[in-house]
């Protein structure tokens, strides 16, 4: 229970004070401290960030701080992408899902640690986005990601809304908030599905406590935003995210490069055996 509160502390806390970040723990935490498998905990974690989402675009909406044209154009090809990625995911190994997640944490660092690029003085909105079909792409690309691996994609959505829609970054995080709660619905629908098919199911408990937890620490988060230092706080996260993506590939990307550990250990037992079956046994000579 303990890694559960400080977890879904945690994942709120990153939505809150950076708009983004949330899955890239979330997922993690529940298969390496939670103990839940690899397949429920991507729709745990779906499900878990749509919901913070949803409380998250709550202030953005009522401050009309949320581009529609963007979720239209981005947004609806996303969840096509993550239907898609969704459908993949259900039946690549959990290893290559891990370690294609590792190589995503390592990615969403790099995006991190660039400096972003300023739309004007004032925050306004430059003069000329990239076509639909363009953002269109982008979007499907994303929710490829989200539906293989379980990000919520935050990491991506933000910065092409930012390049690609010409947005101001706080009107970029409210779109992107809104996006990822279409992409995870669409994602944890499609996993629902797969995991009832072959007997498997969600923890609504541990949802609903991650989803509660994750709230009040994005609005906890939210609150301290606007007392640090942005860049030094992303350049921190990001090498968390290095950390991160590195164990998670090294600890999976392992299983790939020793395939003999499991037949080695057969061996062994099968010699340990052998050897017991040596052992003499007294009998009494006395009986007949």
């Given at each position: 229970m303990v890694y559960i509160l400080a977890g879904s502390?945690?994942?709120?806390?990153?939505?809150?004070?950076?708009?983004?970040?949330?899955s890239a723990i979330t997922v993690p935490v529940l298969i390496y401290l939670v103990g839940h498998g690899?397949?429920?905990?991507i729709a745990e974690s779906m499900a878990i960030v749509g919901l913070?989402?949803?409380?998250?675009?709550?202030?953005?909406?009522?401050?009309?701080?949320?581009?529609?044209?963007?979720?239209?154009c981005f947004g609806l090809p996303g969840m096509l992408g993550t239907l898609v990625g969704a459908w993949s995911g259900g039946l690549a190994a959990e290893a290559v899902q891990l370690v294609v997640f590792g190589s995503v944490l390592l990615g969403a660092a790099l995006i991190m640690l660039r400096k972003p690029?300023?739309?004007d003085a004032d925050g306004n909105e430059s003069p000329r986005r990239s076509p639909a079909w363009k953002m269109g792409l982008q979007g499907i690309f994303a929710g490829l990601l989200t539906g293989f691996v379980g990000v919520g994609g935050g990491f991506l959505i933000v910065p092409a809304l930012v390049i690609?829609?010409?947005l101001p970054m706080r009107l970029a995080i409210g779109t992107s908030l809104v996006i990822i709660v279409f992409q995870?619905?669409?994602?944890?629908?499609?996993y629902e599905y797969f995991l009832s098919a072959n007997h498997m199911t969600v923890d609504w408990q541990t949802i609903l406590i991650f989803a509660v937890m994750g709230i009040v620490g994005s609005m906890i988060g939210r609150h301290i935003n606007t007392r640090l230092n942005q860049q030094i706080l992303k350049s921190v996260f990001a090498g968390f995210l290095i950390v991160l993506g590195g164990f998670v590939i090294v600890r999976e990307g392992g299983k790939y490069l020793h395939p003999a550990a499991p037949a080695t250990a057969v061996i062994v037992a099968s010699k340990q055996i052998q050897a017991e079956s040596r052992i003499p046994v007294h009998n009494n000579k006395g009986e007949e």
């Amino acid at each position: 229970m303990v890694y559960i509160l400080a977890g879904s502390l945690l994942i709120g806390l990153t939505l809150g004070l950076l708009g983004a970040g949330g899955s890239a723990i979330t997922v993690p935490v529940l298969i390496y401290l939670v103990g839940h498998g690899t397949k429920e905990s991507i729709a745990e974690s779906m499900a878990i960030v749509g919901l913070i989402a949803i409380a998250a675009a709550i202030p953005y909406a009522n401050a009309k701080q949320i581009d529609w044209r963007s979720v239209f154009c981005f947004g609806l090809p996303g969840m096509l992408g993550t239907l898609v990625g969704a459908w993949s995911g259900g039946l690549a190994a959990e290893a290559v899902q891990l370690v294609v997640f590792g190589s995503v944490l390592l990615g969403a660092a790099l995006i991190m640690l660039r400096k972003p690029e300023t739309i004007d003085a004032d925050g306004n909105e430059s003069p000329r986005r990239s076509p639909a079909w363009k953002m269109g792409l982008q979007g499907i690309f994303a929710g490829l990601l989200t539906g293989f691996v379980g990000v919520g994609g935050g990491f991506l959505i933000v910065p092409a809304l930012v390049i690609l829609g010409k947005l101001p970054m706080r009107l970029a995080i409210g779109t992107s908030l809104v996006i990822i709660v279409f992409q995870a619905a669409v994602g944890f629908a499609r996993y629902e599905y797969f995991l009832s098919a072959n007997h498997m199911t969600v923890d609504w408990q541990t949802i609903l406590i991650f989803a509660v937890m994750g709230i009040v620490g994005s609005m906890i988060g939210r609150h301290i935003n606007t007392r640090l230092n942005q860049q030094i706080l992303k350049s921190v996260f990001a090498g968390f995210l290095i950390v991160l993506g590195g164990f998670v590939i090294v600890r999976e990307g392992g299983k790939y490069l020793h395939p003999a550990a499991p037949a080695t250990a057969v061996i062994v037992a099968s010699k340990q055996i052998q050897a017991e079956s040596r052992i003499p046994v007294h009998n009494n000579k006395g009986e007949e």
